[in-house]
Structure formats: structure tokens, C-alpha cells
């Protein structure tokens, strides 16, 4: 079976086969290029419509060697950056944060930023989908993890999220040919509610007396 890419932004036609899903495909290429390119492939397929945010800068000292040339010698961040990636996913806003860590023991929250909790915080507050995506390079293994799993453990003060718990929390993403990261199959269990539940037994086993899942979503 033969499939036509459309590579961005050049929209040059590529047939590449599709090939089954290998978690040990490629390791230790770039989490922001393997991400890129998968959304360029679901934006192809219309299944989504997603993109890296850029990042804000002034532009303060500009030089030009040549007419014909410009070069910035001088730039500052305007604003700090929210997250990652952001767009549409049937019908919802959805907003991301993508890490990578060598650790193989846990991910540290040294990496993110509180404004980014906030905002990922008012993204799930007006039922949007919002998570992190981290990558454990010396396994090779990329995982989704719901962004309420990380915004409860920093507002509990944790420095970190431990391998397993990522491993028990989160769910492995599934890596292919196209697109790489297979990653909106893991928000549609994300969006069921299969991970939801799983949360709960790790985080606060109170909330197992409730029978409403999306009420326990909504209090972790």
C-alpha cells in the first residue's frame, strides 16, 4: 500500500509506504521534528488541523551584508510562550506541551513553566484538550499524559513525575512511518475516558466513590 504525503510547506508530493507501527523506530530523533511532521500528515488527511506556536520576539538590531540579505544581529522574547502546540481536533481547541528528558528514572518540572500550568489549567477549565507529550530518550518511548495529572502534582508542591508513574498515568505512544507519532489515537482514549480512570486509582482513590467520570475529571 502506497501513500502520498504532501511535505510542508513546499507541498511537494512524497509516496512513501505505510508500514506497521514500531515503538523502536527511529530513536533518538528530535520529539519537535517527529511532531511536526505528523501533524503536517494529519493536516493532510484532514484529521486535524495543528501547529507549533511561535515564539514571540523583538526584533531590536537588523544588519544587512548584502541587498539582497538581512541578518538579526539583536532580538528579545516579547512575551513567554504558553505551550507548544495548539489547534482544532474534532471540534475542540486542543493545547500541548512536547518534553524530552534523559532521565530514565523521571521527567523533572524544572522543564515547565508555571505560566504554562496556567494556561493549560484555564484550556481543561473551558473543556478544551490539553496534555503533555514527554519523551524518555534513553527508553526510546514517548508518552501522552493528561495535563491534569501534572498541573495536580505541581500544585502539590512535587519537583517530579517518576518513570513509572508516567508509564501507570500516561499512555505509550505508538510510532510509525505516517505519520511518526501516532499520538491522536492516544487523546481519543484520552477523550473516552480510558486514562481518566486509571488517574484517579493513582492520584486520589476518593474519587473512585463517584459515578460520574467526567465530575472526577473535572476535580483532579
Given at each position: 500500500?502506497?501513500?502520498?504525503?504532501?511535505?510542508?510547506?513546499?507541498?511537494?508530493?512524497?509516496?512513501?509506504?505505510?508500514?506497521?507501527?514500531?515503538?523502536?523506530?527511529?530513536?533518538?530523533?528530535?520529539?519537535?521534528?517527529?511532531?511536526?511532521?505528523?501533524?503536517?500528515?494529519?493536516?493532510?488527511?484532514?484529521?486535524?488541523?495543528?501547529?507549533?506556536?511561535?515564539?514571540?520576539?523583538?526584533?531590536?538590531?537588523?544588519?544587512?551584508?548584502?541587498r539582497s540579505a538581512a541578518r538579526i544581529c539583536e532580538a528579545y522574547y516579547k512575551t513567554?510562550?504558553?505551550?507548544?502546540?495548539?489547534?482544532?481536533?474534532?471540534?475542540?481547541?486542543?493545547?500541548?506541551?512536547?518534553?524530552?528528558?534523559?532521565?530514565?528514572?523521571?521527567?523533572?518540572?524544572?522543564?515547565?513553566?508555571?505560566?504554562?500550568?496556567?494556561h493549560l489549567r484555564k484550556v481543561l477549565y473551558h473543556k478544551g484538550i490539553g496534555f503533555?507529550?514527554?519523551?524518555?530518550?534513553?527508553?526510546?518511548?514517548?508518552?501522552?499524559?493528561?495535563?491534569?495529572?501534572?498541573?495536580?502534582?505541581?500544585?502539590?508542591?512535587?519537583?517530579?513525575?517518576?518513570?513509572?508513574?508516567?508509564?501507570?498515568?500516561?499512555?505509550?505512544?505508538?510510532?510509525?512511518?505516517?505519520?511518526?507519532?501516532?499520538?491522536?489515537?492516544?487523546?481519543?482514549?484520552?477523550?473516552?475516558?480510558?486514562?481518566?480512570?486509571?488517574?484517579?486509582l493513582i492520584t486520589n482513590r476518593k474519587l473512585l466513590k463517584r459515578k460520574n467520570p467526567?465530575?472526577?475529571?473535572?476535580?483532579?
Amino acid at each position: 500500500m502506497v501513500i502520498v504525503l504532501i511535505g510542508y510547506p513546499n507541498r511537494k508530493q512524497m509516496e512513501q509506504p505505510v508500514q506497521k507501527s514500531d515503538n523502536h523506530m527511529g530513536r533518538g530523533m528530535n520529539l519537535e521534528k517527529d511532531l511536526n511532521d505528523s501533524n503536517t500528515y494529519y493536516e493532510h488527511v484532514d484529521r486535524a488541523l495543528i501547529h507549533k506556536k511561535p515564539t514571540p520576539i523583538q526584533v531590536v538590531k537588523v544588519e544587512y551584508p548584502a541587498r539582497s540579505a538581512a541578518r538579526i544581529c539583536e532580538a528579545y522574547y516579547k512575551t513567554p510562550s504558553t505551550t507548544d502546540y495548539n489547534g482544532i481536533y474534532r471540534g475542540k481547541p486542543i493545547d500541548f506541551e512536547a518534553k524530552e528528558t534523559k532521565s530514565k528514572t523521571s521527567f523533572p518540572f524544572k522543564s515547565i513553566h508555571k505560566h504554562q500550568i496556567e494556561h493549560l489549567r484555564k484550556v481543561l477549565y473551558h473543556k478544551g484538550i490539553g496534555f503533555f507529550i514527554i519523551r524518555f530518550t534513553s527508553y526510546g518511548q514517548t508518552f501522552l499524559i493528561d495535563a491534569g495529572i501534572i498541573i495536580r502534582m505541581w500544585d502539590e508542591g512535587k519537583k517530579s513525575i517518576t518513570y513509572q508513574e508516567v508509564q501507570q498515568c500516561g499512555s505509550l505512544i505508538k510510532e510509525s512511518l505516517t505519520p511518526r507519532l501516532r499520538y491522536l489515537d492516544n487523546v481519543d482514549i484520552l477523550q473516552r475516558g480510558g486514562i481518566i480512570w486509571k488517574r484517579i486509582l493513582i492520584t486520589n482513590r476518593k474519587l473512585l466513590k463517584r459515578k460520574n467520570p467526567e465530575e472526577a475529571y473535572l476535580i483532579v
